[in-house]
């Protein structure tokens, strides 16, 4: 792997449309989790020893080189493996539009199915996609789309490489995706709602392949730790760290925050600071959504909607209390800022993954001018259909195993408590 990716530097230095007929780039999501960095740089690995054509494949992280280090579980899975973070290859390092414009350009996107609207101009270099997220793609007989609804997208690379070239994995490769699947399944936890059958067969199969594989359990916590360690980041950082942008007349972000809201809200300065990073990023509204985690290891989820402007956040924050697809159980709670609306969140199941299809309902269901459709009707007509129940968190910690109650209780207790809270 360390040649692979010293060859495709080299190959970027010395100009990718210079050395014969371009490059097959392999792209991840923006949120470039451990998932999408493993699955981006596996499936370019093995598009190298299996590709037909003199196209280089070439591993991009969909993120800026100075944003990297916001991915602490992944530079520490990298230097777990001996392979130092210099080595890859950035978003800010390779200029994509200028490649496609000169027809030197294929994309393949790897945990993501739909390029986000600043990158619609190079929809015409997509050739095929690998994700396990709802299907948003428009069917093309020139991009073959592989997505499945399983736990890690890494789960699919996994199979295509042991179907098509099985020789090709060596121990350091499949720790790469044996990591990966570990830790988007939530160490394979059943009760966690996000393992399938086929990303346990997966794993089982790497295991049989290379028994010096660490510990499930082992890798899964230490990979966590470093996951969930925000220390030393400021607000702009932490928003970063897990953010995801939609875009549909307002331009908003989720962010995921590993900590609790009361802690987040607390922060000095904070109103100003989530102004400045609107202003700088060209956010209308921020959804921020917090999972921490209580002495039973019960997942706690929070969300607070922010927006200076008052009828954008209470629109939001009104389509989200009213959602059923699925319902947040959304319990308001204090908030000390005037432009910030706080929750608990009832649903403590409802992901991120889940939260945006909702996010994306509400900006098209408004007109031209703003307003809100009829939203009863959205919300029995959704035209995003419902995403299965197969996840808990974007990538939660239970620290010790199984949870000691079940995603079905938990979900059941927290319906209860939100319906209380309304009364």
């Not at 493993?38 to 598009?47: D, E, G, K, Q, R």
């Not at 936890?189 to 010096?212: C, H, M, N, W, Y």
């Not at 309902?361 to 959205?378: C, Q």
């Not at 968190?393 to 809270?421: N, Q, T, W, Y």
């Amino acid at each position: 792997m360390e040649e692979f990716l010293s060859s495709c530097q080299r190959a970027v230095q010395v100009g990718p449309g210079e050395a014969g007929s371009g490059v097959h780039v392999v792209l991840g999501n923006e949120a470039c989790d451990v998932d999408s960095m493993v699955s981006a740089l596996t499936y370019a690995y093995y598009l190298s020893k299996t590709a037909q054509s003199q196209m280089l494949a070439l591993p991009l992280m969909n993120v800026r080189q100075s944003d990297f280090v916001l991915r602490s579980d992944n530079v520490f899975l990298l230097r777990q493996l001996s392979l130092s973070p210099e080595h890859l290859l950035f978003r800010d390092q390779l200029d994509l539009r200028a490649l496609h414009q000169e027809g030197h350009l294929r994309l393949t996107l790897v945990d993501h199915n739909v390029l986000p609207s600043s990158d619609n101009d190079l929809e015409g270099a997509v050739v095929e996609v690998i994700d396990h997220h709802l299907l948003e793609r428009e069917a093309s007989p020139t991009c073959p789309v592989t997505v499945e609804m399983v736990g890690s997208c890494a789960t699919l690379v996994t199979e295509r490489i042991i179907q098509k070239a099985p020789e090709i994995l060596d121990q350091q490769l499949a720790q790469l995706l044996y990591a990966a699947v570990v830790l988007d399944c939530v160490n394979m936890a059943p009760s966690a709602g996000k393992v399938t059958p086929k990303d346990s067969q997966v794993a089982a199969s790497l295991e049989s392949r290379f028994p010096a594989l660490p510990p499930r359990g082992a890798l899964f916590n230490t990979l966590q730790s470093a996951k969930f360690d925000v220390s030393g980041l400021n607000t702009e950082q932490m928003l970063l760290k897990d953010m995801k942008a939609v875009s549909e007349g307002l331009n908003l972000a989720v962010s995921v925050l590993y900590i609790t809201l009361e802690d987040f809200l607390q922060r000095a300065g904070l109103e100003a600071e989530l102004s400045d990073f609107c202003l700088k990023f060209g956010f209308d509204l921020l959804l921020l959504m917090t999972i921490s985690f209580n002495e039973s290891k019960e997942p706690i989820r929070e969300l607070a909607v922010f927006s200076h402007n008052n009828t954008c956040r209470h629109q939001v924050s009104s389509y989200l209390e009213r959602a059923r697809n699925p319902a947040l159980n959304l319990c308001p709670i204090s908030s000390p800022h005037p432009h910030i609306t706080a929750y608990e969140q009832g649903n403590s199941l409802a992901s991120r993954k889940k939260l945006l299809p909702i996010v994306k309902d509400f900006l098209k269901g408004r007109d031209g001018h703003g307003h809100l459709g009829d939203m009863e009707d959205e919300e029995e007509e959704s035209q995003v259909p419902p995403t299965p129940m197969n996840s808990l968190v974007e990538g939660c910690p239970l620290d010790d195993g199984l949870p000691h109650i079940s995603a079905h209780d938990l979900e059941e207790k927290f319906s209860k408590m939100g319906a209380r809270g309304a009364h």
